[in-house]
């Protein structure tokens, strides 16, 4: 076994493309940067592949834990209930694991965003590009 | 006329603290690391100061120009239609004025932060931080 991880990118989903353009965008991003780790995209709901769906399409990958993301900018019930449940995350904990190929793999649970000051360096830039 | 430049994040509102809260610590990291800016949130819904309210904030700052900037990762009907009208944006414009202590002081409208690399940086610390 390699030991692989991988990152699971997670979407709201929306009936617009915008959200699936933005973390799909952010996945691509990601992937080009670490070439060591493998980036798959899954969406909360109105947009595909599902999360679950996502979680399997990590087969054949060899990974052997996914670090699954939220990209959401801040907290909420998305984050704290709805995903974690599709996750098989229970009440109080941050990892699950799942069967992928046959084998046991670990799932941890990332933070959203946040204010991270990043977002405040990106805000800032935006506002920047406007005047 | 100092010629000063507004910034105003605005954020999405929620029944929950936790959107309030990053925005808000957005922009009181950008009002650090900028102390030339003046910086102000508004929220469209669910939490105050409205965006309304938080223009008419700027008033006694001398600002002749507000880069209001949406704190949202992707475009969407929010970001194409509810915030513009509140801003007085016109259709296919990106610009309007409004009156604060009797001048005329010019609104310049950002995008939000899409699919930027810093967005993918902090995901991914987001997932290292969960391994």
């Known amino acids: 076994m390699s030991g692989k991880i991988g990152i699971l990118a997670i979407g709201h989903g929306s009936k617009l493309p915008y959200n699936k353009e933005v973390v799909t965008g ?17 969406f909360m709901n109105m947009d595909e592949p599902t999360i679950k769906d996502a979680l399997q399409s990590f087969a054949g990958t060899g990974v052997t834990t ?14 704290t ?19 992928i190929d046959g084998q046991d793999v670990r799932i941890v649970y990332g933070k959203p965003l946040g ?17």
């Open 26 to 42: 952010v996945a691509e991003n990601i992937a080009k940067k670490h070439d060591d780790f493998v980036v798959r995209v899954g």
């Open 66 to 79: 996914i670090a699954a993301v939220p990209v959401f900018l801040a907290s909420g019930v998305h984050i």
């Open 81 to 99: 209930k709805d995903i974690p449940e599709i996750l098989g995350i229970e009440d109080g904990n941050n990892q699950s694991s799942i069967q």
């Open 115 to 131: 204010a991270h000051e990043l977002i405040a360096d990106l805000v800032f830039e935006r506002a920047r590009e406007a005047l």
